[in-house]
């Protein structure tokens, strides 16, 4: 076995973070809030293409606080992907609303348009919808926003894993009438844990910064007339994200290389695939990740073993939220015979896509993969 570990997707940090965190300390702004703070925001909207945005403890906390300014409400129904990562679906209970979960269709892993529209049919009082763009890639957003706005709903775009994606030349996260970008140690780009709500409507990133900071009025005296939260950002984490914010594009293309380094070193091998993305996006390639056709003999568990023996890290692919425990009680909504996200689920893995991956860890990683399938 390698004393070198290879991760999955680690933060890798350059030094200039360091530079906005010393700024911090010197001008003694250590406390939440603070210049690194606003402009952290201000580089992150203009990044996306203009808008607003409010950055937070972490993308959970945007996307509870979503989901309130929403106007969600206890007993309501959301709809949200299933195939996902639960930090999206468990701020639908903190509100006491009801999650409906959606689907995945085959062309991008995401929520599955044809399945919003049946479960339209079946709930036609719901008016929030959830959606992801599953580790990177882009749903299909124009179809999942013009379903929405046939049935005035709003669009909640949950872009934890795709901050530097595109769909049709524009960011994701820009889609929702609200979206999401997360900085938690293993996406994109980190700032050691945070998150960020974005939207175009300045009125609503008002609010969710007045929600984020206990619902104070602006009183002289503490004065609430609602019910707050301590969700705001500190501005040492938020000076480590400005200092990432320039690495971004760079981790992008490194993310892509990745991808398409496996791609093409598995292409000879009938019935791997890696996960697909649409003509029209530009993904992060957050992670890369690869399915097995069911007839193989191989299965992911194989992969993920052979790896490990090695001290290489891998991952299973989210599970569906419909197939969790705490979930057991919620409705699913499909819309093909055979459920497209369990499928996923069962046929799929994370390969390693950390961006400090030698040419060589790639090497290695490829000639034991192709080694269990006797190549
Ligand atoms: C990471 C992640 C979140 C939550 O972000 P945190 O900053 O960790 O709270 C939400 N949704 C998805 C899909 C994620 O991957």
Not at 268 to 273: H, K, L
Request: proline share 4%; glycine share 8%; hydrophobic share 40%.
């Amino acid at each position: 076995m390698s004393d070198k570990r290879i991760y999955l997707s680690s933060p890798t940090m350059h030094g200039e973070e360091l530079k906005y965190i010393h700024e911090a300390f010197d001008t003694n702004w250590v406390a939440p809030l603070g210049p690194n703070v606003n402009e952290f925001e201000k580089e992150v909207a203009a990044y996306v293409g203009g808008g607003y945005a409010s950055a937070l403890s972490a993308g959970t906390a945007a996307i509870h606080l979503a989901l309130i300014i929403a106007g969600v409400k206890r007993d309501d129904v959301v709809f949200a992907q299933s195939l996902t990562f639960s930090a999206t679906v468990n701020p639908i209970v903190y509100v006491g609303a009801k999650p409906v979960f959606i689907d995945s269709e085959k062309d991008t892993w995401n929520l599955d348009p044809d399945a919003l529209r049946k479960a339209f049919e079946k709930y036609p009082q719901c008016r929030v919808v959830l959606a992801v763009n599953l580790y990177g890639t882009p749903a299909k957003l124009d179809e999942i926003r013009a379903i929405c706005d046939e049935h005035n709903a709003i669009l909640i775009e949950d872009a934890a894993e795709s901050l530097g994606s595109k769909y049709k030349g524009r960011h994701t996260g820009t889609f929702g009438d609200l979206g999401i970008f997360s900085f938690n140690g293993n996406k994109i780009i980190t700032s050691s844990g945070g998150g960020m709500l974005y939207s175009k409507d300045e009125e609503a990133i008002k609010r969710s910064r007045f929600l984020a900071t206990q619902a104070r009025e602006p009183e002289r005296h503490y004065e609430h007339k609602e019910i707050g939260y301590n969700y705001r950002m500190s501005n040492v984490v938020a000076g480590i994200g400005r200092g990432q914010m320039k690495h971004l594009d760079e981790h992008v293309s490194l993310k892509k290389d990745i991808y398409m380094t496996y791609r093409k070193a598995f292409e000879d091998i009938e019935g791997v695939t890696m996960n697909p993305y649409g003509a029209e996006s530009e993904p992060n390639f957050w992670l890369s990740c690869m399915t097995l056709d069911k007839s193989l003999s191989v299965k992911p568990i194989d992969i993920m073993l052979a790896l490990e023996k090695e001290n290489i890290e891998t991952r299973p692919i989210w599970k569906p939220m419909h197939l969790q425990p705490v979930f057991k009680d919620c409705d699913l909504i499909t819309a093909e015979m055979e459920r497209v996200s369990d499928k996923i689920f069962d046929t799929g893995l994370c390969l390693p896509s950390d961006i400090k991956n030698t040419a060589e860890d790639m090497d290695r990683i490829i000639s034991l993969v192709r080694g269990v399938f006797g190549r």
